[in-house]
């Protein structure tokens, strides 16, 4: 239990030790006596022909949104010991104001009333984790426990390691996959909430611009990150700055007041299976990524959300492991013409909204859209999110649309309200990107290879480093896929990307604001620029750990399944 865990310190010679072990056939060999175990264990799975899941009524339960996370006072009500400042970048220089104290768990889960609980891991025993509300200029410090049972109970890998998905973080509280730890330990993450270019480009505290607000953060356990995440490990982590302020009746003329409070909604989708008994079922033999036949919301299989007839804003994830959406809201008999208001892609703002008809996700890719129910609907209406995307493997969408495809989420309106938000035709102002700045040009790689997944013709492995830019550098990174048959949502650690062009092209409109995943289609080439700044410290080593670990990241593609079958490679930021 947590009273009795042992600090985690990355970058140990034991840690080294153990991260070692991930090497794919090593990992392999390990895991296939209980992944074994995990195909006889469930009634789903009696031969290679996987039935479908029960039978569940649609729109029989309603929309959970999960709890905000509350600090704790300080971190002497830490368990498991003291915080140790060397061993966090800029600790000292950004003191953490706000302190967090999460447990991994076990624990029962509904996904609908027609089906039995489901064992799910989750932050805090939930399904998603709870939301993290964080502001820029405010420091924070989550200390993160195992406490997993050893016994993984059909399928998942009890060892976690939890990645703040996509924040400008320092290489020890970026959650990569170096660093995962046992049950019985924990990790302390610092995030010093500086905008990137902290210690470069704007000394202090960071380029506005570069301002992230719609995070997440999931497990990113090596070999392990698909099983672990569909069987829990992930949550939103939102941040604010005086832009995007969360108060719809902020009175700074900076603040856009975007809907908030119960009116900004986060939105988890992911697909899930069950075998005959309802129970949460998961095929680690799918290489190309598993699907599901069950559309969630929330952990909820096709609920319903009550809303006010007035503007709001969803926070739309999926969550993998490798299904595609294309949503688009149907009223009566007929889709809506754009009724989608985007205003973010991936956590960050687009220079200004863009209404939209539809909207093709990846997996680990983020939109932020504004639905006005008072455009679209009189009280009392019923207004469905479909997804319309055919799929019928983890490979990609077919092309076709389906009509009038698969109901996801009802929207049931209610009475009009006072409504003091805005959507401003000016969002946010973006960063320059200055080409004269480039230094290097990188290509990329994705394919398959050898039976499993390979970026430039390698399996991951987690001593090599494919690429080593210079701090305070920009460079160009070009992705390429020559399959025709496989399409990979690329994402980046540590800082954002700009897209230049897709095969040749601009990218489209709701594309040119940053990102951090890219959906990189059959047969496409893709051109992205992006610096390299603040981290690592000059000079900092801390205690026991090598100095050629300090700066260490990684390319993977999203599609979970890919990126555990070793499409992922380590880059470093040279000092």
Not at 297 to 306: H, S
Request: charged share 25%; with cysteine; proline share 10%.
């Amino acid at each position: 239990m947590a009273t009795t865990s042992t600090e985690h310190q990355a970058g140990t010679p034991a840690a080294d030790s153990s991260r070692r072990a991930f090497f794919l056939k090593t990992a392999l060999a390990a895991a296939a006596p209980m992944l074994l175990t995990a195909r006889k264990s469930s009634a789903r799975d009696d031969s290679l022909d996987i039935p479908a899941s029960p039978p569940t009524t649609p729109f029989a339960d309603e929309l959970p949104v999960p709890p905000v996370k509350t600090p704790v006072g300080s971190p002497a009500d830490y368990q498991g010991g003291a915080v140790n400042p060397a061993a966090h970048q800029y600790y000292n220089l950004s003191p953490p104001k706000k302190f967090y104290e999460t447990f991994v768990r076990a624990a029962e889960h509904r996904f609908h009333r027609d089906l039995p609980p489901s064992t799910i891991w989750g932050h805090d025993g939930i399904y998603p984790g709870p939301i993290f509300h964080a502001r820029y200029g405010e420091p924070v410090l989550n200390r993160i426990h195992n406490e997993l049972p050893l016994d993984a109970s059909t399928f998942g890998m009890p060892q976690i390691i939890t990645h703040l998905h996509n924040f400008h973080s320092a290489a020890e509280s970026d959650g990569g996959p170096f660093d995962f730890y046992d049950t019985g330990q924990h990790l302390d993450h610092h995030y010093n909430m500086a905008y990137a270019g902290f210690d470069s480009s704007h000394p202090g505290l960071g380029d506005p611009r570069e301002a992230l607000n719609t995070l997440f953060y999931h497990d990113h356990r090596p070999d392990f990150t698909a099983p672990n995440v569909y069987k829990g490990l992930v949550g939103f982590f939102l941040a604010f700055d005086p832009v995007d302020s969360g108060d719809e009746t902020d009175a700074n003329p900076q603040a856009l007041r975007l809907p908030s409070g119960e009116f900004d909604v986060p939105l988890l989708f992911a697909d899930k299976a069950f075998d005959r008994d309802g129970r949460l079922f998961f095929d680690p033999f799918d290489f190309d990524g598993f699907l599901g036949d069950k559309d969630t919301v929330n952990g909820v299989i096709q609920p319903f959300f009550r809303v006010k007839r007035r503007k709001y804003r969803f926070r739309m994830l999926v969550g993998g492991p490798a299904r595609f959406y294309d949503f688009y809201l149907r009223k009566g008999g007929a889709f809506l013409k754009q009724p989608f208001i985007q205003i973010a892609n991936d956590g960050n703002l687009l220079p200004a909204p863009v209404r939209r008809n539809n909207l093709l996700i990846s997996v680990a890719e983020r939109f932020d859209v504004v639905i006005d129910f008072s455009e679209i609907a009189q009280p009392g209406d019923e207004i469905v999110l479909y997804n319309r995307a055919e799929q019928t493997d983890g490979r990609q969408p077919s092309g076709k649309l389906l009509n009038p495809g698969n109901p996801v989420l009802k929207f049931i309106v209610g009475e009009t309200v006072p409504d003091p938000s805005q959507v401003p035709d000016i969002l946010r102002e973006q960063p320059v990107v200055d080409l004269n700045a480039v230094v290097r040009t990188r290509l990329f790689r994705f394919e398959r290879g050898n039976g499993a997944w390979q970026i430039n013709g390698k399996f991951f492995d987690p001593d090599v480093s494919l690429a080593r830019p210079r701090r305070n550098t920009a460079e160009i990174w070009i992705f390429e896929n020559k399959s025709g048959g496989w399409s990979h949502p690329i994402h980046v650690h540590m800082e954002e990307f700009f897209i230049l062009s897709r095969n040749g092209r601009p990218p489209p409109v709701y594309e040119r604001g940053r990102k951090d995943v890219v959906r990189l289609g059959p047969n496409e080439t893709i051109k992205t620029f992006r610096y390299f700044r603040d981290f690592p410290q000059p000079g900092f080593v801390p205690p026991g750990v090598s100095p050629f670990t300090v700066g260490r990241y990684v390319i993977h593609c999203h599609n979970m399944t890919h990126e555990d079958h070793a499409m992922m490679a380590r880059w470093d930021v040279a000092p």
